[in-house]
């Protein structure tokens, strides 16, 4: 099996806004102009979990339909042993070398492909940017940088396609925010944002 190489970026190439603690909203200008930074490369993933100096690009999107925000749980077996059985409001994962040359096509290629492969989605125009996310105060935190997409969707049928997404359902922000302590820590401080 070949190793992954995923999108990233040094982390004193990226603009210190971005780097604030928790979600920071963005403009569509301000997302181009990160996935068309000349800084980028693709890294093989081995290396990139492990080094801080790196920051992995992730699409992370948040599915809401009339029922309320779509979540589930990681399972035992997810490739992201520090996230295991910790729940989740965003779906989405790495950009791959495969998904093409580095640029904007290249992280919606990416950003799509995910989300077939995870909630079988395919692409929409209900898809709207909402910024980055940032949590430098745990270890997986601190190799990520996420790109907050909310998904509208109109029916709760959204359901896993892979085996590591268990547990699936909407629920409303109210009863995620009740049981906030289940969920890792983007979703977290993405919580209040959708609270609004």
């Known amino acids: 099996m070949t190793k992954a190489n995923i999108l990233v970026i040094a982390r004193n190439h990226i603009p210190e806004q971005l780097l604030k603690h928790g979600f920071n909203p963005a403009s569509e200008s301000m997302v181009k102009a990160m996935l068309e930074n000349p800084q980028l490369f693709f890294m093989d993933r081995d290396l990139a979990e492990n080094d ?3 920051k992995q690009l992730i699409p992370y999107v948040v599915f809401q339909s009339p029922k309320g925000f779509f979540n589930y749980q990681r399972g035992k077996a997810s490739s992201e042993t520090r996230l295991r059985l910790l ?3 965003g779906v989405g994962g790495h950009i791959e070398k ?8 290249s992280y919606l290629k990416g950003l799509w492909r995910e989300l077939n492969e995870e909630v079988g989605v395919g692409p929409s125009n209900n898809i709207k940017l909402l910024g980055f996310i940032n949590d430098d105060s745990n ?23 892979e085996l ?3 547990d699936c359902k909407f629920s409303s922000i109210q009863d ?3 049981n906030e302590e289940s969920f890792e820590t983007w979703s977290r401080l993405m919580m209040p944002y959708l609270d609004q």
């Open 164 to 166: 590591n997404l268990t």
């Open 176 to 178: 995620i925010k009740t």
């Open 52 to 54: 801080p100096n790196y």
């Open 98 to 105: 495969e998904d093409g040359d580095i640029g904007q096509s």
């Open 87 to 89: 729940r989740s409001l």
């Open 139 to 161: 270890d997986v935190g601190k190799v990520h940088l996420g790109i907050v997409h909310l998904y509208q969707i109109e029916t709760s049928d959204l359901e896993s396609k």
